[in-house]
């Protein structure tokens, strides 16, 4: 949410490409208004191009999805911060193989994420083992978790053995991305 420390974080999910345009188009599209996008990359899973934006208001949020985005052939589901894991919050940086995770929560979808804070302070290593999460507004999903190994098969470990063993998660929805040259990362925090 919107305070004196910072913007609005928006998460975008767009499962589907506009006719005529390749993901690549749209992700060089999208990533070429760095004021407003601090990451956005192709993704395997239930959205095509994902997408991490700032806004300083609602208003303004509004205005970018509907202009800029639609016009670079996003049409999405957008998701708002509501609170930030005290680790990190998700797509800040990451290793090569990336998961982003939304997750339904069975109850307090803030005592989840503080369980996953808890579950994860002693695992996250900024270039082995990344993890960032974030109670976000969403259609079927209250917290987005960003999980990020060397590999393939240790991402898929974490989430199989570290994450799903969280008590509060009522459901998943895996995403994955091999981010180097893949990714467009702007602002400040590009990692």
């Known amino acids: 949410m919107q305070s004196a420390e910072g913007p609005i974080v928006h998460h975008v999910f767009s499962q589907t490409i506009e006719a005529g345009r390749s993901i690549r188009q749209v992700v060089e599209s999208v990533g070429a208004n760095r004021d407003q996008v601090k990451f956005v990359a192709h993704f395997i899973g239930s959205f095509a191009v994902y997408t991490r934006m700032e806004s300083r208001s609602l208003e303004d949020a509004?205005?970018?999805?509907?202009?800029?985005?639609?016009?670079?052939?996003?049409?999405?589901?957008?998701?708002?911060?509501?609170?930030?894991?005290?680790?990190?919050?998700?797509?800040?940086?990451?290793?090569?193989?990336?998961?982003?995770?939304?997750?339904?929560?069975?109850?307090?979808?803030f005592d989840l994420l503080d369980a996953l804070d808890e579950a994860f302070k002693d695992k996250f290593d900024e270039n082995t083992y990344w993890y960032g999460a974030?109670?976000?507004?969403?259609?079927?999903?209250?917290?987005?978790?960003?999980?990020?190994?060397?590999?393939?098969?240790?991402?898929?470990?974490?989430?199989?053995?570290?994450?799903?063993?969280?008590?509060?998660?009522?459901?998943?929805?895996?995403?994955?991305?091999?981010?180097?040259?893949?990714?467009?990362?702007?602002?400040e925090d590009a990692g």
């Open 62 to 109: 509004q205005t970018f999805i509907a202009g800029p985005l639609w016009d670079a052939g996003v049409h999405s589901e957008t998701s708002t911060e509501l609170k930030v894991s005290s680790i990190r919050g998700p797509k800040r940086a990451s290793p090569p193989y990336c998961a982003l995770v939304r997750v339904r929560a069975a109850g307090s979808p």
């Open 134 to 187: 974030a109670v976000v507004s969403g259609r079927g999903f209250d917290v987005l978790v960003d999980l990020g190994r060397p590999s393939f098969e240790e991402l898929w470990t974490a989430i199989a053995h570290d994450l799903l063993t969280v008590e509060g998660i009522g459901g998943t929805d895996s995403s994955f991305a091999y981010l180097p040259g893949n990714a467009i990362r702007g602002g």
